[in-house]
């Protein structure tokens, strides 16, 4: 008699393919030519890990269109947590794996990558972070608590809905907060305001151990100091709380009470203060490239620079293409127990060369900024790059002068396995790793 539970053999075949065919698709991923271990698959965060093409091809490259590294995954966190255990995991590691944080990706040469690493794209908390919260207290007057990730764009339409908006700015608002306060935040509000670093009461990071500390001027005080202007080098910045003011009216009838003019000789378009804030626009051209050069040039030397560079380099040269900015700041408002560094005189200038290319053009534009550096070093002009880019330790140490030493200590404090910010290239072995 037949056994009616018998299965038909061909029945069996196909339930062994769909059995080896979950396996392949439940197979660990192989971090290829990293040092990440498997066992990362195991953790509470990897499910936010990602390592498909179109995520490792946006965390390769930068706005600048310059440097290429690759990393190994992209996190998009889903929670402050996720970034703590990620360093945490990397610091467990017997060969630490490297964490860069990601905001708006506008670095100029490869700032915010990590090659074989893990880059975290900040705009991952967006969904369960804090957001952006505007507050009032007796002793600190009006201030907004931010995210991190969050848009400079967005915290003036936030904070404009209260009538109230922050002192100082960048020249571009869709940047990231942290991205901005990891360099300094500069435009042409600064001279009275100070950059945006001087303008923070209090900030939450995470260091390069893992911890999660919350700083300011009074608590936590050397963490708080180095962060600000720090190129990402001692923490990620979860959380900014920032000055508000009342946001600005129309402010040209005040300006010009005191001048002389001929009347009906003005020409004047009034706007509305987010129009004229987010004014700067950039393309979307992901073919171009930007080998820009930012300088701090010292007041007492102006005239010199003004005849080497402006004059005779730049006027030489046969091919500009971008805006050229230009703008004075007062050394007083900046706070020297900063990172972020500027020349030793009281008043100095900004020169932005915001130059787009063809890739094939960017070599040229490269030749000019090195003429331009190596005109002042060779004229003892004492410049200071802001958004710095330098190939050796030499180049780092006479970036930062008197503060390298507190800055290497800071390091050794604060991220001693050297985990954070590779891109930035400063305690990385491969100082030249340009594609």
């Given at each position: 008699?037949?056994?009616?539970c018998l299965i038909p053999s061909h029945f069996t075949?196909?339930?062994?393919?769909?059995?080896?065919?979950?396996?392949?698709?439940?197979?660990?991923?192989?971090?290829?030519?990293?040092?990440?271990?498997?066992?990362?698959?195991?953790?509470?965060?990897?499910?936010?890990?990602?390592?498909?093409?179109?995520?490792?091809?946006?965390?390769?490259?930068?706005?600048?269109?310059?440097?290429?590294?690759?990393?190994?995954?992209?996190?998009?966190?889903?929670?402050?947590?996720?970034?703590?255990?990620?360093?945490?995991?990397?610091?467990?590691?017997?060969?630490?794996?490297?964490?860069?944080?990601?905001?708006?990706?506008?670095?100029?040469?490869?700032?915010?990558?990590?090659?074989?690493?893990?880059?975290?794209?900040?705009?991952?908390?967006?969904?369960?972070?804090?957001?952006?919260?505007?507050?009032?207290?007796?002793?600190?007057?009006?201030?907004?608590?931010?995210?991190?990730?969050?848009?400079?764009?967005?915290?003036?339409?936030?904070?404009?809905?209260?009538?109230?908006?922050?002192?100082?700015?960048?020249?571009?608002?869709?940047?990231?907060?942290?991205?901005?306060?990891?360099?300094?935040?500069?435009?042409?509000?600064?001279?009275?305001?100070?950059?945006?670093?001087?303008?923070?009461?209090?900030?939450?990071?995470?260091?390069?151990?893992?911890?999660?500390?919350?700083?300011?001027?009074?608590?936590?005080?050397?963490?708080?100091?180095?962060?600000?202007?720090?190129?990402?080098?001692?923490?990620?910045?979860?959380?900014?709380?920032?000055?508000?003011?009342?946001?600005?009216?129309?402010?040209?009838?005040?300006?010009?009470?005191?001048?002389?003019?001929?009347?009906?000789?003005?020409?004047?378009?009034?706007?509305?203060?987010?129009?004229?804030?987010?004014?700067?626009?950039?393309?979307?051209?992901?073919?171009?490239?930007?080998?820009?050069?930012?300088?701090?040039?010292?007041k007492s030397r102006i005239n010199d620079f003004n005849?080497?560079?402006?004059?005779?380099?730049?006027?030489?040269?046969?091919?500009?293409?971008?805006?050229?900015?230009?703008?004075?700041?007062?050394?007083?408002?900046?706070?020297?127990?900063?990172?972020?560094?500027?020349?030793?005189?009281?008043?100095?200038?900004?020169?932005?060369?915001?130059?787009?290319?063809?890739?094939?053009?960017?070599?040229?534009?490269?030749?000019?900024?090195?003429?331009?550096?190596?005109?002042?070093?060779?004229?003892?002009?004492?410049?200071?790059?802001?958004?710095?880019?330098?190939?050796?330790?030499?180049?780092?140490?006479?970036?930062?002068?008197?503060?390298?030493?507190?800055?290497?200590?800071?390091?050794?404090?604060?991220?001693?396995?050297?985990?954070?910010?590779?891109?930035?290239?400063?305690?990385?072995?491969?100082?030249?790793?340009?594609?």
């Open positions: 008699m037949r056994n009616p075949v196909f339930l062994i393919i769909i059995s080896y065919s979950t396996c392949i698709v439940a197979k660990p991923r192989p971090w290829t030519n990293s040092l990440i271990p498997n066992h990362i698959l195991s953790t509470e965060f990897a499910s936010n890990l990602r390592d498909d093409p179109d995520a490792i091809t946006k965390a390769s490259n930068d706005y600048g269109n310059l440097i290429q590294d690759t990393p190994s995954a992209v996190l998009y966190p889903s929670s402050v947590h996720d970034i703590i255990n990620l360093i945490k995991f990397s610091n467990n590691c017997s060969t630490p794996f490297s964490v860069s944080a990601r905001g708006r990706g506008h670095s100029i040469r490869g700032q915010a990558t990590a090659r074989d690493g893990v880059v975290v794209e900040m705009s991952g908390l967006s969904k369960n972070g804090i957001g952006i919260r505007v507050s009032w207290s007796p002793s600190l007057g009006y201030y907004a608590d931010v995210g991190g990730e969050q848009l400079w764009i967005d915290v003036l339409r936030a904070t404009m809905e209260h009538d109230l908006a922050p002192v100082s700015w960048t020249d571009y608002l869709y940047l990231s907060v942290g991205g901005t306060l990891s360099n300094g935040g500069i435009s042409g509000q600064s001279f009275l305001h100070g950059p945006q670093i001087s303008n923070v009461l209090e900030l939450d990071v995470i260091t390069g151990k893992g911890e999660f500390m919350t700083c300011s001027k009074h608590m936590n005080s050397e963490l708080f100091f180095g962060v600000l202007g720090g190129l990402g080098q001692f923490g990620v910045i979860t959380r900014a709380r920032i000055i508000l003011h009342k946001a600005p009216t129309k402010e040209i009838e005040l300006l010009m009470k005191d001048l002389e003019f001929i009347p009906g000789f003005i020409f004047k378009k009034d706007v509305p203060i987010i129009d004229f804030l987010s004014r700067v626009k950039t393309g979307d051209n992901q073919k171009e490239a930007h080998p820009w050069l930012n300088l701090f040039v010292p005849a080497g560079v402006f004059v005779d380099i730049i006027g030489n040269h046969n091919q500009t293409k971008g805006p050229i900015l230009f703008y004075p700041f007062n050394r007083k408002k900046w706070d020297d127990r900063m990172s972020a560094v500027t020349p030793d005189e009281d008043i100095f200038y900004t020169l932005g060369l915001l130059h787009s290319s063809g890739p094939d053009e960017s070599e040229d534009f490269d030749k000019l900024n090195n003429k331009i550096t190596e005109f002042c070093e060779k004229a003892g002009i004492e410049i200071k790059q802001y958004l710095p880019y330098y190939k050796s330790k030499e180049d780092w140490m006479k970036h930062f002068g008197s503060k390298w030493n507190i800055f290497e200590e800071r390091k050794m404090k604060f991220d001693p396995r050297m985990i954070l910010s590779p891109g930035q290239r400063i305690f990385t072995s491969d100082l030249q790793s340009d594609i």
